[in-house]
């Protein structure tokens, strides 16, 4: 699955994209994120997780906190933190459970999902990933 960071990905705001390369990268994603909503788990680095494939060393770590606050630039021009309330992470994987159901879509057309829009920096999954 890629990530990739879009400054200028849309008209109103700057992406954060996850776009699946292989079938079964979405129930990947669904499953480490799954681990934010109990509370013994409050941060993964999206960006080190094995099938991630993070593109111009774009970094994403998820993390559980008792605000929304979206995904927020770090330090570098490609380093992100997506904080959001447990709540709000139960949410996001309500949004990316259908990616996970491989044969129930028809692979022909594009799908997309904003998973969250809560700062200026929009997360989106996408079916179609871009010719890098």
């Given at each position: 699955?890629?990530?990739?960071?879009?400054?200028?990905?849309?008209?109103?705001?700057p992406l954060l994209i996850f776009s699946p390369s292989v079938p079964?990268?979405?129930?990947?994603?669904?499953?480490?994120?799954?681990?934010?909503?109990?509370?013994?788990?409050?941060?993964?680095?999206?960006?080190?997780?094995?099938?991630?494939?993070?593109?111009?060393?774009?970094?994403?770590?998820?993390?559980?906190?008792?605000?929304?606050?979206?995904?927020?630039?770090?330090?570098?021009?490609?380093?992100?933190?997506?904080?959001?309330?447990?709540?709000?992470?139960?949410?996001?994987?309500?949004?990316?459970?259908?990616?996970?159901?491989?044969?129930?879509?028809?692979?022909?057309?594009?799908?997309?999902?904003?998973?969250?829009?809560?700062?200026?920096?929009?997360?989106?999954?996408?079916?179609?990933?871009?010719?890098w």
């Open positions: 699955m890629y990530l990739e960071f879009l400054p200028e990905g849309s008209i109103d705001h079964g990268e979405a129930e990947q994603l669904y499953q480490a994120l799954r681990g934010i909503i109990s509370v013994s788990e409050t941060l993964v680095d999206i960006h080190a997780l094995p099938f991630i494939s993070p593109v111009d060393g774009c970094k994403l770590s998820a993390q559980a906190g008792e605000q929304n606050l979206g995904a927020v630039l770090l330090d570098t021009k490609n380093h992100f933190n997506w904080k959001l309330t447990r709540q709000s992470w139960k949410d996001v994987l309500g949004l990316l459970y259908p990616f996970t159901l491989q044969d129930r879509h028809d692979d022909r057309y594009t799908r997309y999902q904003w998973l969250d829009e809560t700062s200026n920096i929009s997360v989106l999954i996408s079916t179609r990933h871009r010719r």
